[in-house]
Structure formats: structure tokens, C-alpha cells
């Protein structure tokens, strides 16, 4: 079953000129690469990782500080956040499999939690960990 993945609610706090989204896919290279540059113009950077890109972001992070010779400073934080996934409409026959959450209340209409599109079957809410790590170089 194929899904698509709509992005947390709250993810519009963590974007921004400072801010490194890591994931998966993306190489450790160039994520350093990508957070030097910003904290050659940023007095802070932020970095987040979400679920499997958790131990990534805290690897990267560890790797700044470790470089900087106690120069940089690091704050870690963690959260849970909602995400919520939406099946393909092909499949709307078999939603998700018996046991699994829906976001749909037991009246069939969509949660509190989430917002289905007109049309859009059997959305699913979930949560997943996340790491926020705030990097700051110190003040001259």
C-alpha cells in the first residue's frame, strides 16, 4: 500500500534560514557541509531530526562540537510529533490493516487530529520522536 506522508502541523517552527532539517537520505557530508555554512553566518543553528533521523542528527551535532574545540555549544531538546498519513486512493478498499490507529473517530468523521481532504480515505495518525539541537558559537 502506497501512502502519502503529510508533514507534522507544527513543522513550520523549525524551518527557517538557521534551521537543518536532517533526514535519512540525505549524506553526512553534506549535511556538515550545509551546517558549517550556516554557522559561518548564524550565531545559532538549529538541527532537527525526526524518528530514524534522530541518532543522524545527534551524530552531526556531536561531529560540530568535537570540530570546534569546545568553541560551540550544543542544547538538546525532544518532542513528540503528530504526523499523519494518507493512503493512495487506489487502495481504499483495504485502508490499513486490522489493529492499526485510524485518525477517523468511532462516527467514521476525521478526529480532532486530523484534517482529511475531501475524498481522501482513511487517513492515519501516528507519532514519532524528535530531536531539536540548538548550536551556538560563543559571543566574542
Not at 538557521?18 to 538549529?46: I, Y
Not at 568535537?66 to 504526523?83: C, H, Q, R, V, Y
Not at 480515505?121 to 560563543?138: D, E, K
Request: charged share 25%; glycine share 8%; proline share 8%.
Amino acid at each position: 500500500m502506497r501512502s502519502s506522508k503529510t508533514p507534522p502541523l507544527s513543522t513550520e517552527q523549525y524551518r527557517g534560514p538557521n534551521h537543518v532539517l536532517v533526514s535519512r537520505r540525505t549524506g553526512s557530508a553534506a549535511l556538515l557541509k550545509r551546517t558549517r555554512k550556516l554557522l559561518g553566518k548564524w550565531k545559532e543553528v538549529h538541527v532537527h531530526g525526526l524518528g530514524a533521523a534522530i541518532s543522524a542528527a545527534v551524530a552531526l551535532a556531536a561531529q560540530l562540537v568535537i570540530e570546534s574545540d569546545g568553541k560551540l555549544a550544543a542544547w538538546t531538546s525532544t518532542s513528540t510529533e503528530m504526523l499523519i498519513d494518507r493512503p493512495d486512493p487506489d487502495d481504499a478498499e483495504d485502508c490499513w490493516p486490522a489493529g492499526l490507529p485510524s485518525a477517523a473517530d468511532s462516527d467514521g468523521t476525521a478526529g480532532d487530529f486530523a484534517v482529511a481532504a475531501e475524498g481522501d480515505p482513511c487517513p492515519r495518525l501516528r507519532f514519532n520522536s524528535a530531536v531539536h539541537i540548538r548550536l551556538t558559537a560563543p559571543v566574542p
